[in-house]
């Protein structure tokens, strides 16, 4: 069969997505450059690493990896509802929030459903709804890259089957405020699902102005799934876990019956559960990530370029050339970071916070980049 064949084989709706823009691997990067040395700030990974505990936890899950693991991630079910005062039976559980999107998507949405989202978006929040056979709106950010909270109810109607978006924004790293948040909530129509990715959340609740997104959504009386991670602030990108918050049980229930059995492995479970309970790791973390944000933020502004408003791991700008262009000339410096390429946002870029010399050098390899690139356009 040549190619065409092939590709006919897939769903329609799958042959019309591209891929997912994953982040490089460093090792790949050194590889094809030839280098010694690179800074990985594409994928906004935790430069901190794991607390000590994850090590010794998940050696000790390695002993037991013969055998499947909790099916219902009890120990880290019964964790996270002291931490959070929620009950242990609106907890769900997956390889990644990621896939708790991909399970989502295929349990609540079918052909000519209408879905709303924003964009610049995390490109799954599209991906997955569109190869269920959704019709996704985007919903585009103010030119300041904030939500336009006012486009957003407007583009909500009674055929709006679910709301779905990140907050903090990835890739833009804004949130919205307590007035905003109960403003969205109150348009929902009344058959709509919320579904709030809070993947960043760890690092947004460590600035006193994000609200308690969790809290108003709750009391809203409105059906929702709350996404969070454990690989970003706590480190544990590798292992692939995260979780949702439901609003009723039997939301749960929906989503266990099409998730795989065991999509959360044995030692990922142990990592989180000893993750969660080291809090000074994590503020640590948190501190570092904040600290050295406003400190780009500033170097950035230095260089002529404007940030968009960032309480996350990471901040979104753009320069006036192609992203793409600026990213090469990037990787070739042995610096790592995403060029976003959804239509109309080409020239954006986004930077994960690092480590303090992996900062320096991404700072300093930019100035020569965007130099260069201006030398060449004189």
């Keep these: ?214 809290g108003l959504i709750q009391a809203s009386g409105k059906p929702f799934i709350l996404l969070r991670t454990f690989s970003k602030a706590y480190s544990l990108a590798g292992l692939r876990i995260g979780y949702g918050i439901v609003s009723d049980p039997l939301l749960a229930d929906l989503i266990n019956r099409l998730r795989t059995p065991f999509n959360v492995n044995r030692v990922a479970q142990a990592a989180a559960v000893a993750a969660l309970a080291d809090e000074n790791h994590l503020n640590a973390g948190l501190s570092h990530v904040a600290s050295e944000r406003r400190r780009l933020e500033i170097a950035l502004q230095e260089q002529g370029i404007t940030t968009a408003p960032s309480m996350a791991n990471f901040l979104f700008f753009s320069t006036p050339y192609p992203a793409e262009v600026i990213n090469q000339a990037l990787l070739r410096e042995g610096v790592i970071i995403k060029p976003w390429r959804e239509a109309g946002y080409t020239q954006y870029l986004r930077v994960s916070i690092g480590s303090c010399e992996d900062n320096d050098l991404f700072l300093h390899s930019l100035a020569r980049v965007l130099a260069a690139q201006e030398t060449r356009t004189d």
């Design 1 to 214: 069969m040549n190619a065409n064949d092939l590709t006919l084989l897939a769903r329609a709706e799958v042959r019309e997505l591209a891929s997912y823009n994953a982040g490089l691997a460093a090792d790949a990067v050194r590889k094809r450059f030839g280098l010694t040395r690179v800074a990985k700030l594409g994928s906004n990974e935790n430069p901190m690493g794991t607390a000590p505990a994850v090590n010794a936890a998940t050696t000790q899950a390695c002993h037991e990896i013969a055998l499947y693991p909790d099916s219902g991630c009890q120990a880290l079910r019964s964790a996270l509802s002291e931490k959070l005062d929620v009950p242990e039976d609106r907890f769900v559980f997956g390889n990644g929030s990621e896939d708790l999107l991909s399970v989502i998507s295929r349990v609540f949405l079918d052909h000519d459903d209408e879905v709303v989202t924003v964009v610049p978006s995390f490109g799954l929040h599209f991906i997955f709804p569109v190869a269920a056979g959704a019709r996704v709106i985007g919903v585009p950010m103010t030119d300041q890259g904030t939500f336009d909270v006012a486009a957003m109810i407007s583009a909500l109607t009674p055929h709006t089957h679910v709301l779905m978006f990140s907050c903090p924004s990835n890739p833009v790293g804004c949130t919205l405020s307590a007035i905003e948040l109960k403003q969205l909530l109150d348009a929902l129509p009344p058959k709509c699902l919320l579904v709030f990715d809070e993947a960043y959340y760890e690092y947004a609740q460590w600035e006193p102005e994000y609200p308690d997104c969790l």
